[in-house]
Structures are given as C-alpha cells and as structure tokens.
C-alpha cells in the first residue's frame, strides 16, 4: 500500500509599471504590484501492488548403473533435461485525487510467460569406505519468452499496450 502527494502553489503577478531610478537621489522608485488568481493544487495517488510468479520443474532423467563387488564400488551415468515454464505476473490499482480535476481509477498489470530448457548430462562413482565423486556437464541452456502482455484500464476504459513497459524477467 502506498500514498503520496504533491502540493502546488503558484505565484501570479502583473506587474503593469516598474520604474527603477539610482541614485536614489535623482528620483524614487516606483512599482506597482497586481496580483491575480493564483491557483492552490494538491493532488494524492493512493495505491496497492502485488506481484508474483509460479514456475514448474518438469524433469526427466535417463540413467545407468553398474554396481562391482557386491555393492561396494557403484557408477551411474545420467543425462537429465529441466523444463521449466514461469508466469509471472504484477498488478497495481491506484486512485489519483485533485483539486483541480475529478478523481481517477488506475488498474495496471502484466503477464509474462517464459520456458527454460536445461540439458545436462554426468557421472557418479562410490567407492563404499571412501567418498562418492560426482560430475555434472551442462550441454544446452535456453530461455524463451513466449508471451508478453500489459493491460491497463484508466477511468472505466480498458486497453492493451507494449509489453516493453512490463518488467524485465529478471527484475521480478
């Protein structure tokens, strides 16, 4: 939840004759001063965000093993593929107030949905008295965005706009 605002005050002045004389001994000065209307303005924005995302690991894994002695001495070898859709998505309402104009309804949001595919592939030796060795080899990486959208609807009228304006993955 947020609110801030904004005080305006304006300053609105005629000044129809100004006479400046120096020394002041050779004459006075004059100035005549008029002041006319000088708006006063306060405008308030109150507002609420959320934001969010949901991603889901989908990972299949083909692997290999040969056990020796009984158990003693075991190696596997894998390859494994990650495939990870996420949609995130951010929403803001907001009401602008003013003194010099009605109030305003704001709703804002945007939706992106992305995939990730990791493919990745290794090996894992035990030797039972001793430590189990693991390596792991990353063979493919690649993110995708596929699809982007922003809506927004200001004083009762919805309307789509650039994507560009939504966050970038990263920043959510």
Not at 108 to 124: F, P, Q, R
Not at 143 to 170: F, M, T, Y
Request: hydrophobic share 40%.
């Amino acid at each position: 939840m947020a609110l801030s605002g904004e005080v305006s005050i304006f300053a609105n002045h005629k000044f129809p004759q100004v006479d400046l004389v120096y020394p002041p001994e050779h004459g006075a000065s004059i100035v005549h001063v008029t002041p006319l209307d000088a708006p006063f303005q306060l405008n308030l924005v109150s507002g609420a965000s959320a934001e969010g995302s949901i991603t889901v690991h989908l990972i299949p894994r083909i692997e290999c093993s040969i056990s020796l002695l009984g158990g003693v001495a075991i190696a596997n070898v894998f390859v494994q593929v990650d495939v990870s859709p996420r949609l995130r998505g951010d929403i803001r309402a907001s009401k602008f107030y003013s003194t010099t104009s009605d109030a305003v309804n704001a709703l804002n949001g945007c939706l992106d949905l992305t995939n990730s595919i990791h493919v990745s592939a290794g090996a894992e030796g035990t030797l039972l008295p001793l430590d189990t060795v693991n390596t792991v080899y990353n063979l493919f990486e690649k993110e995708d965005h596929l699809w982007k959208v922003r809506v927004s609807q200001i004083a009762n009228k919805w309307g789509a706009s650039n994507p560009a304006h939504c966050r970038n993955a990263s920043d959510m």
